[in-house]
Nanobody, 116 residues
């Protein structure tokens, strides 16, 4: 199974970015997909989760600014990030769980840098 994130970049504070994460290499159905970010010092923070039914959960730090969604047919999750702040600067990584397995799959991440 391979997860690949895209959509990161350098933006000014207040602007928006949309990240994508595509899962490939399996015929299994998605159970859920989540976004995390790797902060300086390698601290990892959970951002949001969406399951195959579209039910979402968010960390308080992004609630109201970020929106996570899923396209089951494309095995893709999206993270719409609005009102970006310099403290959102991090490597954003997705992970996925598939039906019928307890394995935890991760992408390598995409860099998001927000300038003040």
């Amino acid at each position: 199974v391979h997860l690949e994130e895209s959509g990161g970049g350098l933006v000014h504070a207040g602007n928006s970015l949309r990240l994508s994460c595509v899962a490939s290499g399996t015929d299994s159905s998605i159970n859920d997909m989540a976004w995390h970010r790797q902060l300086p010092g390698n601290q990892r923070e959970w951002i949001a989760t969406v399951n195959s039914a579209g039910i979402t959960n968010y960390a308080d730090s992004v609630k109201g600014r970020f929106t996570v969604s899923i396209d089951n047919a494309k095995s893709t999750t999206y993270l719409q990030m609005n009102g970006l702040k310099p403290e959102d600067t991090a490597v954003y990584r997705c992970n996925a769980h598939f039906v019928g397995t307890l394995n935890d799959y991760w992408g390598l991440g995409t860099q998001v840098t927000v300038s003040s």
